[in-house]
Nanobody, 127 residues
Framework: QVQLVESGGGLVQAGGSLRLSCAVS????????MGWFRQAPGNDREFVAA????????YYADSVKGRFTISRDNAKNTVYLQMNSLKPEDTAVYYC????????????????????WGQGTQVTVSS
C-alpha cells in the first residue's frame, strides 16, 4: 500500500511563498508520476501541477504557471510544490497524488489517473 503525507501548508499574505512537501512510502517512489491538486470551498478539485517519474517533464495549470514549481527527490521519496507570488485565489486544500507507471499518454490533469492520494494540507492566502 502506498501512503502519501503532505506538509507545509499554512497562512501567508498575498505575494508570499510556501513550499509544500509530500512524502511517499510503501512502494518504489520512482515508479510513480506525481501530481498536485487543490480544492477551494464550494469548488471541484482541480489540477495544479504534475511531474514525470524521473522529473524530466513537468506540467502546470495555466493559473499557476510561472508562479509554482513542482519538483521531486527520488532519493527522499518526496515531491515538492514551491508556491511563489501567492494570491488569495490560491486558497485551498492541496492534495498530492500518485499514478503508478504512467504511460506515454499520461492524462496527468485527470484525477482518475491517480490511484493514491494524501489527506491534504490547507493553504490560506490573505489579502
Amino acid at each position: 500500500q502506498v501512503q502519501l503525507v503532505e506538509s507545509g501548508g499554512g497562512l501567508v499574505q498575498a505575494g508570499g511563498s510556501l513550499r509544500l512537501s509530500c512524502a511517499v512510502s510503501g512502494r518504489t517512489f520512482s515508479n510513480y508520476g506525481m501530481g498536485w491538486f487543490r480544492q477551494a470551498p464550494g469548488n471541484d478539485r482541480e489540477f495544479v501541477a504534475a511531474i514525470s517519474r524521473r522529473g524530466s517533464s513537468t506540467y502546470y495549470a495555466d493559473s499557476v504557471k510561472g508562479r509554482f514549481t513542482i519538483s521531486r527527490d527520488n532519493a527522499k521519496n518526496t515531491v515538492y510544490l514551491q508556491m511563489n507570488s501567492l494570491k488569495p485565489e490560491d486558497t485551498a486544500v492541496y492534495y498530492c497524488a500518485a499514478d503508478f507507471l504512467p504511460g506515454t499518454g499520461w492524462d496527468y490533469r485527470r484525477q482518475y489517473e491517480y490511484k493514491y492520494w494524501g489527506q491534504g494540507t490547507q493553504v490560506t492566502v490573505s489579502s
